[in-house]
């Protein structure tokens, strides 16, 4: 088998990410629906991630910047666009009328987002803990 040129320890390692990961996400039942409309596809969970990012270091999120923020290579404009008017519509993400340009656009998280991210970030440092104790 291929996984003997593996060490023991990489091979500890790399199960205890594919648990920590999969527990918090997908093998997760207490998940909150935003997290779990976020972790849907690969482009919703690398929007979420890039999105939050952003939120937390303080930047303006305009449409543009937000659709920007994850590589073309993982979803068309259109499928962008759809992803983040319907966490609009959901109430994950809020949108304002920019103070400056009338038809601009400016994006943030919900406080029910913002509080669901805050716990799963929470939950995955205490599983993280929990994982180099053992």
Do not use: C, H
Not at 39 to 56: C, G
Not at 104 to 126: G, H, M
Request: no cysteine; net charge positive; glycine share 2%.
């Amino acid at each position: 088998m291929k996984f003997l040129k593996i060490d023991e320890t990489s091979l500890k390692n790399s199960k205890k990410l594919i648990r920590r990961v999969l527990s918090a996400s997908i093998d997760n039942p207490n998940n909150p629906e935003s997290l779990n409309f976020f972790q849907a596809d690969t482009y919703r969970f690398y929007f979420l991630m890039s999105f939050m990012w952003e939120a937390l270091e303080g930047n303006e999120i305009s449409q543009e910047y937000a659709i920007s923020l994850v590589p073309k290579k993982f979803a068309s404009r259109i499928k962008r666009l759809q992803v983040l008017k319907q966490a609009v519509q959901l109430g994950y993400i809020d949108e304002q009328q920019s103070q400056v340009d009338r038809r601009r656009r400016i994006y943030f998280p919900s406080e029910t987002l913002l509080n669901d991210f805050v716990q799963y970030a929470n939950d995955s440092d205490k599983a993280v803990k929990i994982d180099k104790a053992s």
